[in-house]
C-alpha cells in the first residue's frame, strides 16, 4: 500500500468511502469480482482515456503491489493463526 502523505488521504478517502457504500448497497455478493473488475477498468479506462503502453504498464505494477499488500497485510497474518492452531504442513 502506498502510504501517502494525510493531506492525500484526506482528499481520497471520502470517494473510497462513498465508494465502498455504493458497492454494499448493491446487495449483489454474488457477483462481487465482476462489480470491482468494472469499477477499477471504469477508473482506469477514466484516468487515462488515451494513456500509452507505459501508463497502463504502470497501472498494472500498481495493481499487483495492491495485491501483494492486501496478502501481506490481511491475508497472511490469517495463515499464521491457522498454522499455529493446525501445525505446519
Not at 9 to 29: C, K, Y
Not at 70 to 88: C, F, Q, S, T, V
Amino acid at each position: 500500500m502506498p502510504y501517502i502523505v494525510k493531506d492525500k488521504r484526506a482528499m481520497l478517502d471520502p470517494a473510497v468511502q462513498s465508494l465502498a457504500d455504493a458497492f454494499r448497497s448493491l446487495d449483489d455478493e454474488g457477483n462481487f469480482a465482476g462489480n470491482l473488475n468494472y469499477v477499477l477498468s471504469k477508473l482506469f479506462i477514466t484516468l487515462y482515456p488515451s494513456a500509452n503502453y507505459q501508463r497502463f504498464n504502470d497501472v498494472i505494477g500498481a495493481l499487483e503491489c495492491c495485491k501483494l499488500e492486501l496478502y501481506r497485510k490481511r491475508i497472511a497474518p490469517y495463515e499464521d493463526i491457522k498454522e499455529r492452531e493446525n501445525g505446519p504442513l
